[in-house]
């Protein structure tokens, strides 16, 4: 009697992880909705410390990585709880936007960037501004310096204290389509839109930014392709260019600044 009874202990645990596994399933034993969401967010967690690792780039020691990950995560959650499959987005493509969204408002409240360091951003952006209207091109590094009345040592010092303010410039969110899905700078250059005329807003954008990259030196070009389109981190595009991450670093900042002196001057 012993083996018998624990012959149907071992079929009742049995069975009992039987009903456990196909909870997340219906009756027809397809995986309900519950389930389905709950395995998007766990096949993509490592999507948000990708994410985060980049955005983290040049942000100040202080800042906790672990705040910007629960950031990110939350941003996961409700990208896997909205996601539509019939609109025919990938869902690391869709998850992707959410996620930087969350994390540039967990930035936002920080407030990180201090007063003395958005000056000094303006400035060199002012500079690159004037003579880009006087030259009709973009000023090199020595011609910014000489403008601004520096030395080479402390405008590269300058960029590197800026450094942080601008690796973020292209993910920024800069709209929000009226099916509240966020759209980053980055994101213009590609896709439509269901407005008309948010359409037409984009298209416009989108030949400007196009123009105004294709106005940077071919190191800034590759730059900026490496990273934001090739999505390498800033120490992997020195290795592929042969110089210091250091320098890497202060070629982006340089080539954001410039992208961006152009559109405000153009969006003013």
Known sequence: MDMFDRRRGDDRRQQGRRLSDMSGYDARGQQTASQKYEELVRKHLKLVNFIVS???IGLPSWIDKRDLISAGVIGLISAAKQFNPAKG???????STRIRGAVFDELRSMDWIPRSVREKSKIVERAIA??????????TDTEAANHLGWDMDRYHAVIDEISGTTLLSLDEIITVSSSGDTV??????????????????????????????????????LVIALYYFEELTLKEIGL?????????????????????????VAYA
């Open 240 to 264: 592929v260019l042969k110089v210091t991450e250091s320098r890497i670093s202060q070629i982006h900042t340089t080539a954001i600044l410039k992208i961006r002196s152009r559109l405000h």
């Open 89 to 95: 987005v990938a869902f690391e493509t869709y998850a």
């Open 130 to 139: 004037e003579l880009t209207g006087q030259l009709h091109r973009f000023p």
């Open 54 to 56: 980049r955005l983290a």
């Open 184 to 221: 980053t700078r980055l994101e213009s250059v590609q896709g439509t839109s269901e407005n008309p005329l948010g359409g037409m807003e984009r298209k416009e954008l989108q030949d400007r930014l196009v123009k105004v990259i294709g106005s940077l030196s071919e190191q800034e070009r």
